[in-house]
């Protein structure tokens, strides 16, 4: 190891005295893809984020500053030792200099501490945890696409809004289930709504058939389904088996995906409300870019998708503007440019690291609506970006100067 | 060094009439430290010591299950159980990390103590269903409480300084550390099979009606096991924490204990050396294929269904048949 310090030390130097030309350590610039491959967020992010992240790189017909892009990607089968291991060896032996994607919280933490230790950009998309923007937020991390926060707020605000004013929440019962309730709980109160009750379910069950017969009989107008992934999916697709939505009472999942609702099917997933950062069928933009996506994965992007493209195509925006691949200046380069690209127009990164854009309030389509696969969200309302953040006021994280 | 010619030394460690050390062993014993020298040099050192950490691991069942016969399917209940203590003793009491590996696997010892005592009255299926319960609850508990932070897991643990000295921030410097205490874990098995404990461990794996007859506290010997076993898995499991930093779901969910299962098996059970070769080929398949995605799984499936069929006495148990020597 020493033998290599000193070789890069040298190299350091040896750079620092050619100025004149662009900057970029190793002569290529590479990007890791650290994804689920074939795990439960193998859909909404794995392959597709990749190929996501190759088409931003596209975008910039490969080079940056005169030197080559290379995507390379992991699967880190949700493990957050594998994930660390394999994002440790990317940044020092392999001279990586952003990670992008990285659903599963567990491993995005990892990943934001070892980025910070080490000097290099994170991108998150994949993952939902604030904490990645709170007491964990780094200066060269970089919280994409969505998080808990958003998606409860803009859900929860946007259906009361919308004459959802009595909720019940159905809830998983753990850290992360609690906190989402209780996240669209506050918002549900603060717009003038009521929360009529709560029923927590184990993490894993198979069965919700007590705790929505629980919710139906509560007389609630919105059932909130404060969980993830397939503990989701399950439990839409029994409260279609239970009719409760024909009832009249909605759905509002919490965080939900356009993949979660392509395996669910419209008939059953119709009605339910959900928060969105993007969506294919937006403008003739956004319907380009996706069009091309499915032609090479044969799926539309979820959101994480359209992430993960945003942020790798802005992280070369700003290599190229900083003109060297430091990670300190590329920081910089990243929280000063707008964010544009098919599916985001003039975001910007707040000082926390979280992406300030605004999303979207969908309904999943009846069936008879859909004009054919993949036309599955109606846009009721845009969400403006100032209600999807964790507001500064309250943050814990070091960088924001109060 | 010093610690292995002690144990060559050891007039205990009699498996043979002649009462040292066998030559096959004491050769492997030269080439695993030798290469464990020379390897952080070729190989990426975080690598290694993931190795190291998984083959300790591996070893620690192995005791239980290769030697003494009991199916263990809950062992990640201990390394994770372990991995979350010396999280938090290290992150928030801020010890050294020597101090926070030692809390961590003094932990796993009393939880091995209160689970073993309540397994080991059942056999066969029975014992691993009893096992893999109680390690489920432990799941439960890492999920629930509140200082092992969820989902996120505890994030951030500082490597610190050994014994208040050594800085552990340099990979290189932490890699001896994480040799010593797996190889001196390693040793400590070693011991542990060629004593007269370990011959009685093996009287009652073949036969344990007979080791009743002949007047062994049966039951008593199995707890000893057990817990050894579960204290040398959180040390495992205190150890890696320390190397990535994080101790997280992953390390307390089922599919953990058969990992260590399936690494035991690959590697040979009941071989002295297998389970390190299990767990550095498992280990290896995970990180170095990380990048073929879904594959990872399937091509371990392959292996694993291949070995079934092939060679069941596993790699070691297999070159082991060859040489026609015990390894």
């Known amino acids: 190891m020493c033998y290599k310090t000193i070789i890069a030390g040298a190299l350091a130097a040896a750079a620092y005295t050619l100025p004149a030309h662009a900057q970029v350590s190793d002569d290529v610039l590479k990007i890791g893809v650290l994804t689920d491959m ?20 596209e975008e910039f017909s490969s080079t940056v500053l005169g030197k080559p892009i290379q995507i ?35 491993v995005a933490l990892a990943i934001q501490n070892l980025a910070r230790e080490k000097k290099r950009i994170a991108l998150f ?17 970089f919280h994409w696409t969505y998080d808990t926060y958003s998606v409860s707020h803009g859900t929860a605000s946007a259906v009361v809004k919308a004459g959802g004013a009595s909720w019940f929440m159905l809830a998983s019962d753990y ?47 919105v059932i909130g389904i404060a969980n993830a992934g397939a503990d989701t999916v399950n439990a839409i697709k029994q409260a279609g088996e239970f009719g409760i939505v024909e009832q009249g009472q909605s759905l509002a999942a919490l965080i939900l995906f356009l993949q979660d609702v392509h395996s669910l099917g419209l008939a059953v997933a119709k009605g339910t409300y959900l928060t969105t950062a993007s969506y294919w069928d937006i403008d003739d933009q956004s319907r380009v870019w996706s069009e091309k996506f499915k032609s090479r994965t044969g799926m539309m992007p979820s959101m994480v998708h359209a992430g993960v493209y945003g942020s790798v195509l802005h992280y070369l925006k700003a290599v190229e503007k900083a003109g060297t691949d430091d990670a300190g200046k590329v920081a910089a380069a990243i929280r000063e440019l707008p964010i544009n690209d098919a599916f985001t127009h003039d975001a910007h990164v707040r000082e926390d690291g979280r992406v300030l854009r605004d999303m979207y309030l969908a309904r999943v389509k009846e069936p008879s609506a859909s004009k054919g696969e993949w036309d599955y969200f109606e846009i009721v309302s845009k969400i403006p970006a100032a209600d999807t953040v964790w507001p500064l006021d309250k943050s814990t994280c070091p960088l924001v100067k109060k | 060094m010093t610690i292995a010619v002690e144990a060559t030394n050891d007039p205990l460690s009699v498996n043979h009439a002649s009462g040292t050390m066998p030559v096959t062993h004491r050769v492997v014993f030269l080439l695993l430290i030798l290469l464990s020298l020379i390897a952080p040099f070729f190989v990426y050192p975080v690598f290694l010591m993931k190795v190291m950490c998984f083959a300790l691991f591996a070893c620690s069942l192995n005791l239980l299950l290769g030697f003494g016969g009991l199916m263990s399917f809950g062992h990640a209940a201990y390394f994770g159980g372990a991995a979350y203590v010396a999280a938090h003793v290290a992150k928030v009491w801020e010890t ?20 073993g005592s309540l397994a080991i009255r059942r056999q066969g299926i029975y014992f691993a269903m ?16 509140p200082f092992t932070g969820g989902e996120d897991g505890i994030q ?103 990992e260590a299962v399936l690494m035991t098996l690959i590697g040979g059970m009941g071989t002295v050396f297998g389970p390190v070769v299990g767990a550095a080929v498992i280990v290896t398949m995970q990180d170095y294929l990380a990048s073929l995605g879904a594959w990872v799984t399937v091509i371990q499936g392959c292996i694993f269904v291949i070995s079934v069929l092939l060679f069941r006495e596993g790699i070691v148990g297999l070159i082991a048949k060859v040489l026609r020597r015990p390894l």
């Open chain 1, 72 to 106: 390379i990607s992991a699967d880190h089968q949700h493990k957050a030792d594998i994930g660390a291991s394999i994002a440790r060896k990317w940044l020092d032996v392999e001279n990586v200099d952003a990670i992008a994607d990285i659903p599963n919280s567990a």
């Open chain 2, 156 to 258: 951030n643990v500082p490597r610190g300084d050994l014994f208040g000295l050594f800085s552990l921030r340099s990979d290189f410097s932490l890699y001896f550390v994480v040799l010593v205490i797996s190889f001196g874990g390693f040793l400590a098995i070693y011991r542990i099979i060629h004593s007269p404990f370990g011959l009685v461990l093996k009287a009652i794996r073949e036969n344990e009606v007979r080791a009743v007859s002949l007047g062994y506290q049966v039951n008593h010997y199995k707890l000893i096991v057990f817990v050894l076993s579960a204290t040398l898995a959180g040390l495992a499991g205190a150890t890696k924490t320390i190397v990535f930093q994080l101790a997280s779901l992953t390390d307390v969910h089922w599919s953990m204990s058969g």
């Open chain 1, 38 to 57: 074939a795990g439960v967020a193998a859909d909404i992010t794995g392959k597709g984020s990749v190929v996501a992240a190759e088409m931003a790189v």
């Open chain 2, 96 to 115: 050294t990390p020597e101090v926070a590996i030692l809390l961590g696997t003094l932990s796993s010892t009393v939880l091995g103590l209160a689970i």
């Open chain 1, 175 to 221: 850290a992360f289930g609690h906190q989402l309730a209780k996240d669209a709980g506050d918002v549900v109160k603060a717009s003038g709504g009521d929360v009529l009750g709560e029923v927590l379910h184990p993490l894993g069950t198979a069965d919700f058939s007590s705790f929505l017969l629980q919710a139906q009989s509560s007389g609630a107008k």
């Open chain 1, 125 to 141: 998309s994949g993952a939902g945890s604030t904490a990645l923007t709170n007491d964990q937020c780094s200066p060269y991390g």
């Open chain 2, 130 to 145: 009893v096992t893999l319960a109680f390690a489920q609850m432990v799941f439960f508990g890492a999920l629930q409480f």
